[in-house]
Nanobody, 122 residues
């Protein structure tokens, strides 16, 4: 059974930074493409970032490009989302997701975490 556990969320002022982590247990982590999605109140879940299983390619939503960085450490079975220059509109529950095969910018992922709240105050 695969489990994803996010951590690192919290309250931060606009312009600040946070780093989210997603620890993966279960089947070989290194074979998974990983993604981050977020969902704000009253809105649909949206793509934030994704990374291939090698870490060689990354993908970002236009709204976070240049401010967020996705990375992974296969030895630690962890994927990260470094968030900088945070804005109030980044406020959402952030979810980590994993899938076998290619990285996707749509929520077609096999495994999901429970989410971690990120709140950016103005």
């Amino acid at each position: 059974q695969v489990q994803l556990v996010e951590s690192g969320g919290g309250l931060v002022q606009a312009g600040g930074s946070l780093r989210l982590s997603c620890a993966v247990s279960g089947r070989p982590f290194s074979s998974y493409a990983m993604g981050w999605f977020r969902q704000a109140p009253g809105k649909e879940r949206e793509f934030v970032a994704a990374i291939t299983w090698t870490g060689g390619s990354t993908y970002y939503a236009d709204s976070v490009k240049g401010r967020f960085t996705i990375s992974r450490d296969n030895a630690k079975k962890t994927v990260y989302l470094q968030m900088s220059s945070l804005k109030p509109e980044d406020t959402a529950v952030y979810y980590c997701a994993g899938r076998t095969g290619i990285a996707k910018t749509t929520p077609e992922y096999d495994y999901w975490g429970q989410g971690t709240q990120v709140t950016v105050s103005s």
